[in-house]
């Protein structure tokens, strides 16, 4: 997406569609693994979150790069605010640090998304520049969730 940050051709939309759906699976994963912990309810709230973004940027990409980041801002936001109030209480079990940083992150990133689709000339530049760290964040999270459950058993 950096290669074509300033045009909203196929590829970009399709990656723009499919992250919001990683974390649809992420999500469902991490509420299967939780359920011991606690109750997923917010996980999927974030799963619902998610699948409906995929959607909206889908149709968002129709409009123009300025409506993609709206979406895309609105949906950091909210993933981002999801994702602190689900890791700060299950700190004790480990893994929860990164994805306590991205959901941080995410809301910070979310606005700066929303305030940049009112630029002069809107890029996707740090979309793509987003995906990135919340990649990292979620496989440290998950290298991190596995040993603790493999120490426990």
């Known amino acids: 997406m950096f290669t074509t940050a300033a045009n909203l051709g196929p590829l970009a ?5 499919l992250y919001p759906l990683f974390d649809v699976g992420a999500a469902i994963v ?10 997923p309810a917010l996980l999927y709230v974030n799963v619902a979150v998610s699948s409906i973004t995929a959607i909206g940027v889908a149709i968002a990409c129709a409009s123009g790069i300025p409506a993609v ?20 209480p299950r700190r004790k079990m480990g893994g929860q640090w990164p994805m306590i940083l991205s959901g941080g992150i995410s809301v910070l990133a979310g ?20 995906a990135i760290p919340g990649g990292i964040f979620f496989l440290i ?13």
């Open 69 to 88: 980041l709206r979406v895309w801002g609105a949906w950091a936001i909210v993933a981002g605010a999801v994702q602190l109030i689900v890791a700060v």
């Open 111 to 130: 606005a700066s998304f929303i305030l940049g689709a009112a630029a002069p000339n809107p890029t996707l530049a740090n979309a793509a520049g987003y």
């Open 141 to 153: 999270s998950a290298f991190r969730l596995g040993r603790t459950a493999k120490r426990k058993h």
């Open 30 to 39: 991490d509420a299967r693994s939780s359920r011991a912990t606690g109750s």
């Open 13 to 17: 939309a399709t990656l723009l569609v």
